[in-house]
């Protein structure tokens, strides 16, 4: 008796990552999972700072994947890129694959988002706001033509596992409490405000507690990326977290422009005063998700210590975290679960376990829903699979190569532009001199 296999799909992911070096370890992951965990299908991976070969546009793709880091586009600091996709990749726009987009941080220029996806006819958008009551003035046009379906920020890699099996006992780490995080432009709202302010409330109000070896930076140079990262969890006790996402809604992006020009000519500015001048009430929304770092740290069995939330209704304060006011006025509390490591080392179990048991927050889980929509709704074309196959090899020797090269070129400038930072006319110089050098690789201006 013959079994009915499943087609060959093939698959179109567009991103926009372009130095892959300084990528957050999470975003590689959201940008190639498809491949990772459905590789039987055939897929074409294109970063959009790079031309598409028009032999490649006629494809009869089954579904085109619009990525996390591809509708970033939106942002009003990708404006020009974004312009310049737009024209270069209209045939997107009219192909008759099943389309999906992957958005996050949708409250920013949620109506350029909500036009993009319509207009684009895209029919299915995971979103981590899937559930929030205020959706529907996200996408107020999408949510009547289109599915919304749940999705996450981050998700359990295969990879979580094998860091779970290395890392050393809680009682056998250097650091007592870690945080990193970057001091957030106001237009966020309290949420991002939150975010960063906890690092230096938390800090001020332990030290009459005792001796705390704090690692805790807001500091762009304390960065850590990848490994590192893992590393530092690995080295903690304990680590500080705050709500992600943003408490205000920016339909176009205005109030994110006027802000940055305003902090950018009143360095001294206060988050108080900016509400007042540019978004007065506005700051009212609840938009946030569980977050990589959750994952993450339940996997490097570091305990959390977190401003109280909802974290998607799967972690729930003193059960899987311990929860610290945002004023730090119960700091007495935290410290006294701090020390009670009977307490600690069964919470961070419970929160592994928790987080662990999520099958919703897997990869795998992610990749099949994703391939079932797409067996579900593509539209059925006979094409030749060793053609197909045959231009995706051509691909890969002719365009390859290229984005290999726009890659070293781009992170060598990366480097040149920071050791360059205090020096701007020596900097739009070389600036000049790289875009000339990569005028002959570029699709979108850099």
Known sequence: ??????????????????????????????????????????????????????????????????????????FPYNKI???????????????DALKIAFPQ??????????DWVTTWGVEIVFSALADNPDIKAIYPSFINKGIIEQGYTGYIDDSHFEIAKTVSDFIYREIDVGYRARKLPPYFGKIGETKWRIAKIFSDSIKKYGPFRLDISCDHGDVLLGHAWYNFLANCKFVLGSLSGSSLLDPEGKIQTKVREYCMKNPK????????????????????????????????RTAQILVKGPYSGILEPWEHYIPFEPDGSNIEEVVSAMKDYSYVKSMINRCFERIKGEKRLYYSTLADKVIEYILQFRKYHEYDQCKIRELINRYNKEIMPKYRTFQKRLHFFNQIRKALANF???????????????????????
């Open 1 to 74: 008796m013959m079994l009915n296999s499943k087609p060959t799909l093939t698959i179109l992911v567009l991103y926009f990552l372009r130095d892959v070096k300084e990528a957050r370890d999470v975003l590689l992951k959201l940008v190639f999972f498809l491949r990772k965990y459905q590789s039987n299908h055939n897929y074409i991976y294109h970063d959009v700072a790079l031309p598409f070969p028009n032999y490649l546009k006629d494809i009869p793709y089954d579904a085109i994947i619009l990525d996390v880091t591809l509708m970033a586009l939106r």
């Open 269 to 300: 500015y206060s988050y108080e005063e900016v509400e007042r001048l540019f978004f007065p009430g506005e700051d009212r929304y609840f938009f946030t998700a569980i977050s990589p770092r959750n994952i993450e740290a339940a996997f490097t």
């Open 105 to 114: 941080d949708e409250y920013d220029c949620c109506k350029i988002l909500d």
């Open 81 to 95: 890129y974004f312009n310049n996709f737009k024209k270069e990749f209209e045939f997107v726009k009219t192909s």
């Open 424 to 446: 701007p006319m020596l900097y739009n110089f070389v600036y000049r001199l790289y875009k000339k050098a990569n005028k002959d690789i570029l699709s979108l201006s850099i």
